[in-house]
């Protein structure tokens, strides 16, 4: 009986595993997920004030398809002798799915890291939300106002005073300037504080150092910067990109026997870009990694990743949301219209949990459309 073994238990993994059970059919061919946890966190949700709602229990969508998971930690991938370790123990497998994700980079020789916040884990939001729990109008300092950072400082900004940080001289950098004017106006309306073109250099007792020589007051320092694939990318190519992913072709192989999906994989979107790291191409990629990595094995046609047109929503707390279609991010939808979809997107996004027949049929759709915004034909999106 062949093996198919999917390393991370994230958007990508979950369903490179729904994926591979979609393939193999009624055929014998063993499947295991192998992550740590019980749970599929739903990261891009921890933003928000109960991070413990942005979970799903893995056995409810795994059982139900017939994929076993190994709760375990893998530390080695032997491409040559096709094994991995986890936890000190080989598992040997016919055809792997690295789908380990992503995570948050953190800073090197900076005075009282250890003081500093995240949301780049449940355990890291929970820290964050009980530590300001049953706590009004604190002093928070935010590092970073990309994707996680505005959506940080905007949820944050309901109930404590916000400084939001950035080395670069203008919000939402990596968004461009299609949604910036939507977001400084809102910023504003929620009394976000910005100071750019520098960054946090010392983090003390209720105070936070910068690099342009202030200081200022900080209850809490929460740290929203960069994002790099896991070091696991490292044992499978020596020719990463600059995110640390593996490069794949457009069946997401990465070598003969390996397949790589969700933030590990530098997959091409089109001839000018490749995916971002997020679960709007995590999951599609999951579904055809997964999918190819079992139709290998039994000798079945493989599937091209071709993902949908690219949007982005941000939620921006309690001055709405901004919804952008395009790599130009043109801005379809803004204030309550933004956070309604924003708020729709963030349930779709977990998957079907308890039914064999719903899991499989979602793991057969790459690409969607959003069924609950007015899209032209053009404007098809693709599933997160």
């Excluded at 942005?54 to 709760?71: F, Q, T, Y």
């Amino acid at each position: 009986m062949g093996h198919v073994v999917i390393i991370g238990g994230g958007f990508a993994g979950v369903w490179s595993a729904a994926g591979a059970a979609l393939a193999r059919g009624e055929a014998h061919l063993r499947i295991t997920l192998i992550a740590p946890n019980e749970h599929l966190v739903l990261r891009p949700r921890l933003y928000e004030p109960e991070p413990d709602l942005a979970k799903v229990e893995l056995r409810r969508i795994l059982e139900p398809v017939g994929v076993d998971h190994l709760r375990a930690s893998v530390s080695t991938i032997d491409t040559g002798r096709r094994v991995v370790v986890a936890d000190g123990r080989e598992i040997g497998y016919d055809r792997l799915v690295l789908a380990a994700g992503s995570r948050l980079v953190r800073p090197e020789g900076l005075p009282g890291a250890e003081r500093l916040f995240d949301i780049d884990t449940l355990d890291g939001a929970r820290r964050l939300t009980g530590h300001l729990r049953d706590r009004e109008d604190c002093s928070v300092v935010v590092v970073g106002a990309g994707f996680v950072g505005l959506e940080a400082a905007t949820a944050l900004a309901a109930r404590h005073r916000v400084l939001l940080v950035d080395t670069s001289d203008v919000v939402g950098d990596q968004l461009g300037a299609g949604p910036r004017e939507v977001i400084e106006a809102a910023l504003d309306e929620l009394g976000v504080e910005r100071r750019l073109g520098t960054t946090v250099t010392e983090v003390g007792d209720g105070y936070a150092v910068l690099s342009d020589g202030g200081k200022v007051e900080a209850d809490a320092v929460v740290w929203c910067v960069g994002m790099r694939a896991d070091e696991l990318t490292r044992q499978i190519s020596g020719e990463l990109d600059r995110l640390g992913r593996v490069p794949v072709d457009r069946r997401l192989r990465a070598l003969p026997e390996v397949f790589a999906a969700g933030d590990t994989a530098a997959a091409p979107f089109d001839a000018e870009h490749t995916v971002m790291q997020s679960c709007q191409h995590a999951t599609p990629l999951g579904k055809v990694a997964g999918y190819n990595a079992a139709a290998d094995l039994l000798g079945m046609p493989l599937r091209d990743f071709t993902p949908g047109p690219y949007v982005t929503c941000l939620d921006l707390g309690g001055a709405g949301g901004v919804f952008t279609r395009g790599w130009d991010r043109r801005v379809l939808a803004t204030g309550a219209d933004g956070a309604d979809i924003k708020k729709r997107i963030n349930e779709w996004i977990h998957p079907p949990v308890d039914d064999a027949s719903a899991i499989l049929a979602a793991a057969d759709r790459v690409s969607v459309e959003l069924p609950f915004f007015p899209l032209s034909e053009e404007d098809t999106a693709p599933a997160v």
